[in-house]
């Protein structure tokens, strides 16, 4: 059964049909949520409340091709009500990252993402999830800003911004664990 | 190559690596949670949802003449309405800036819809409704006009309307992101024939003004080199007051209405919180604002905008608002884990004086403003959904019959 069927089916009343989407989608959008939020709990409101959202409202959805997408907008736009909500305070906590890579240098691969885990942390949540839809959910940012609800416009300055931000992060903290420490040695 | 040009190639492996993509733990209980609620029926069939007994059971009024009534009150009411538009038309205006009279309050719904409440009873009319998504309403000084954003499928447009809701036209479209709308991004000069609006302008990297005349005849941005807020004209006409930011220095600034003329009104800083929540005083003198995470000097300040001259109240606090007559400020201070709202004299001649019941801090920003009269603050609470108004001299409190909402704009009328 291909995904307008599901689609279809669910939009009559079928929750099996739903479920399957649901576990089609779930794992990738949890993921994003968290990526913005940067909290497990407040992750799993956001994506628990935008499904919730899709089964209620799936009947008046025009176009059973569009479900992804529509999907990932209620999903965001739940995101982004979350972090209105609490008034942009600070939500910090770490993410659990994959444990290890069998072939890639760990220390690496550890360092590298501990950098951006700090560059990510220090934007805006807002311009996070424009990072998040186009590098980790791969969304093409003409999409990116309908998904969000804002202008292209503001979508491409956000992104613009975002990365200028954590270029600024990355190689600052980059530079500072080169910079000598005590005659000549590196940190 | 830079250690952000070798991580940029390998942003998405490395935000995998983040947040791996994993079935949760709650997949299961959020399955039983969606069959356990209803689904809406789609808008285009609606009454496919409806049991046929209901649909066919015959009305006991089906024989009513509903065509010829329904024209009979269409026509009526346009009349009506022709006539209310014909007085207001013809009304007086009040100045505009300084106290005036109170008259209906503008606010936007949950549901992307513009309403108008009379404050004494509580009865609302709605002004602007159907599918869009409607916000963030500003009336015009003379209280004729009102501005107000509407959210559309990939874009946002600023639109105006009469205060009746007739006349919608709209004046520029795709500069407003949502998190532009924390705070109304826009001001009506004092003549109303322009609008300072804030706004993203692409290509470039800045959040800037851009000036609008309201009968859509010309637009200019300022190029400026600041990411702009908070911006708010000055009674003189040609000079506008804002926050700006660049290289993560932050200040208040003055400009001419032109772009020209650019200076600090202060020392410009580091700190993200140092000024916030920046208001304009009706005469357009003083500009105050809160800061907090200096270490030195947080709390409510007044600023002379021509002398420089910063005052630090001395009292802990946020979202300063200066009455309309310039002699008071309303501000929200924090008591014991939740927010209590206060008046104080801005001659220093006496203590905030609490005004309000308490709320809790649930971490969304409450908006407040004096009535044109300044007998009232206007007191919207999105933690519990409320709407307060606060007699500001003691007493006369009630919450009001509309929802807490944080776009809510009062009519200023001819005193």
Known sequence: MDQRELVERAQRGDHDAFAVLAGAFVARLDGAARLILRDHELARDAVQDGFLQAWRNLPSLRDPDRFEAWLRRLIFRSCIDTIRHRGRRPIEVELSPVDGSPTADIASLIADRDLLDTALQRLDPEWRAVVVLHYYLGVPLP????????PIGTAKSRLHRSLAAMRRTIDTDTASELEPIARGQYA | MTAFDRFEQHLPELMDELAAAQVPDYFDDMLRRTAGSRQRPAWASRERWLPMGVIARPLLVSRMPWRPMAIVALLVLAIVSALIFAAGSSRRVPP???????????????????????????????????????????LSRDGTKFLFVRNLEATSALMVANVDGTGVRQLAEGFFA????????????????????????????????????????ATRTL?????????????????????????????????NADGSGLRAIAPVNDLQYGWREPTLSQDGSLVTFSRSLSGSDDGIHVLGVDSGVDRLLGIDGALPQFSPDGTRLVIQRWEG??????????????????????????????????????SMVLASFPTDGTTWLLGTNGGNDRQASWPGTKFQSWQRLAP
């Open chain 2, 96 to 138: 505009p800036f300084g106290p005036a009279a109170n008259g209906s309050i503008v606010y936007s719904t949950a549901g992307g819809d513009i309403s108008a409440v009379n404050p004494l009873t509580g009865a609302s009319t709605a002004l602007i409704s159907g599918p869009e998504k409607d916000t963030a309403p500003l």
């Open chain 2, 337 to 374: 884990g939740k927010n209590q709202l206060a008046v104080l004299p801005l001659d220093g001649g006496g203590k905030a004086a609490p005004i309000g019941p308490t709320h809790t801090d649930g971490g969304a920003t409450p908006s407040l403003s004096f009535s044109p009269d300044g």
């Open chain 2, 223 to 255: 190029d400026l080199g600041l990411n702009v807020s908070d911006v708010a004209w000055r009674p003189n006409g040609h000079e506008l007051v804002f926050k700006g930011e660049k290289n993560a220095t932050y200040g208040l600034y003055l400009v």
């Open chain 2, 178 to 217: 949502p998190s532009d709308l924390d705070r109304s991004p826009f001001d009506w000069s004092p003549s109303g024939a322009q609008v300072a609006a804030v706004g993203d302008v692409f290509p470039g990297s800045v959040r800037n003004i851009t000036i609008l005349a309201t009968d859509g005849s």
């Open chain 1, 143 to 150: 999409e990116a800003a309908v998904t969000l609800g804002i």
